[in-house]
């Protein structure tokens, strides 16, 4: 009898949690790319990335044109991110190198960022 009602318990919590996971799913917001810094290749750089994730990502990170360079290599290798042709690869690397670049947060000098490994 107790295992059934610890059972009937689990699977009665289930259910009715369902509905609140359902509702909380995670819902991108809208990005244009005039909401990010200002620059030749801006908008290149904002639909070439945002083929996968948002915007805001990219412009979070501040890297050198060399991990900028290695991010796109990694994105490519693993995930199955479309190569750039040579012209857009040289836009979309002035773009970012010019617009974000590597920056430490204010008060940490043993900060790494993370996306350069």
């Known amino acids: 009898m107790m295992p059934r009602l610890l059972a009937l318990t689990v699977v009665a919590g289930m259910l009715l949690t369902t509905p609140a996971i359902a509702q909380t799913t995670f819902t991108p917001r809208e990005e244009s790319p ?49 190569p750039l042709d040579d012209k857009n690869r040289e836009t979309v ?10 920056r430490a947060p204010v008060g940490r000098r043993d900060w790494v960022n993370p996306f350069a490994k």
């Open 34 to 82: 005039e909401e990010f810094a200002a620059g030749k290749g801006r908008d290149e750089t904002f639909y070439a990335c945002t083929a996968c994730h948002g915007f805001r990502l990219v412009a979070q990170q501040g890297l050198t044109r060399a991990q900028w360079e290695d991010s796109i290599a990694l994105m490519v290798r693993r995930h199955n991110m479309p």
């Open 93 to 102: 690397l002035n773009y970012l190198e010019a617009a974000y670049p590597p």
